[in-house]
């Protein structure tokens, strides 16, 4: 068995559990039960599609697709972090809605009995 047959070989095996990852990815996109499910998802998806990029590019011993797959990953990755910063702001705007307890209010002396 030659070198470029057995890299043929691996790279179709590798094509085809790329492939089903990424039908498991795209099915946990749509049916995940929350935000932070999907980015975590979108992430993977992204790393699935380096994996395809970088994999062709063995097959076709076409190296510039791995400088595609690089750039790639630090789009994924900054998407990724804006996602997080948009999910923890969220987080935080939705504790703005809490009010104070009537305790805190008590404490300024107008606010006791009577006094005006």
Do not use: C, N
Request: proline residues 3%; hydrophobic residues 55%.
């Amino acid at each position: 068995m030659s070198v470029a047959a057995l890299i043929d070989g691996v790279t179709t095996v590798t094509l085809v559990m790329l492939s089903i990852a990424l039908a498991l990815v795209v099915v946990r996109i749509f049916l995940g039960p929350t935000l932070p499910d999907r980015i975590v998802a979108l992430d993977l998806l992204v790393g699935i599609v380096i994996g395809f990029i970088a994999t062709i590019g063995i097959k076709t011993a076409t190296y510039q697709y791995l400088d595609i797959a690089i750039a790639l990953g630090l789009v994924g990755f900054l998407a990724t972090v804006a996602f997080a910063r948009f999910v923890l702001r969220r987080g935080r705007a939705g504790d703005a809605d809490i009010t104070l307890p009537d305790s805190d209010l008590d404490s300024r002396p107008d606010a006791r009995e009577g006094h005006a």
